[in-house]
């Protein structure tokens, strides 16, 4: 069965769900379930819907943001992970303990601490305990974690599925109905085109209708142009050969597309978001592999590059078509109030 027809099948289900969700949401609103504040400020990412909108890049910006002025730390759900519970990156800490996306906090910055647990309140618990000197923490992931009061809340869309065309799971793919984004302090349209004009920026705005207090920003997504791995490579060398694309993330296409705007000759073999790779994948992956180079997205690097003698991966970034400063501002003023 198509699996757009599967999911009209299954609209009664969406509301049903959508009216538990929306009942849960106002229990909150109203203080009838409690959320427990913390006293140094906490900067929460994420959005109305499942996976894709690009909350590992935002992240990153703001630790790029504020790593030089504040001790910060990073909690995470740890999304498939092979632990339980609370567990502080250090030294010894694998990507199957810590989840893809935390680990790649780790390794890309030194400085932070990062951190997993699905019970917010107890990670941040935890993480002040253990590290006393926190100054900031950024939640990620955790706009429906209501349990835990954040300052400053950061809502992120995705250009090719905005939630006001989106429809609640599993007819659709929102987590709860689009009026969660009053909860927002910003909200973020990301993956947008680089030359998404400011007529078209006016267009979406006026369909996200934010409220007086929100400003909407959008994002684009910035490759780099060298591959990393063993080595630093350029780009360039890499679309002298053929390459063997391996994803394992929600929304590839824009890779996929970027690969093949510049002529790249490539083979892509897609895996689920968070996959797990298997002796059988790796198997696979260099069986296709024998005359090519193997490039991935950083997230899958960090699971890969244990199995793979050769694996590349390339970087991104996040950056504001416009009005940066403006988004940085209301960030900084946030933490400056606490």
Known sequence: MP??????LLFPFSILYGCIVSVRSWLYDFNVLTSISFKLPIITVGNLSVGGTGKTPQIEYLIRLLQDQYQIAVLSRGYKR?????????????????????FQYHQKFKEIQVAVDANRVEGVSKILKNKPDTQIILLDDAYQHRKIKAGFQILLSSYDQLFYNDFMMPTGNLRELWWG???????????CPQNLSEQEQQIIIQKIKPNSAQKVFFTAIKYANTVQGSAILPLTIFLQQKITLVTGIAKPKPLVDFLQNLGAN?????????????AKDVEKIQAKAVHSKIVTTEKDFVR????????YYLPIETYFLNQVKLFDEQVLNFIAEF
Request: glycine share 4%.
């Open 3 to 8: 699996l757009k027809i599967l999911r009209i």
């Open 82 to 102: 092979k632990s339980k519970g609370f567990v502080l990156a250090d030294a010894k800490t694998t990507v199957e303990t810590l989840g893809d996306e935390p």
């Open 181 to 191: 984004k009053k909860r927002a302090d910003v909200i973020v349209v990301t993956k």
């Open 266 to 278: 490539f083979e892509h073999i897609s895996y689920p978001d968070h996959h797990h790779f298997t």
């Open 304 to 311: 890969l590059e244990q199995h793979l003698k050769e694996v």
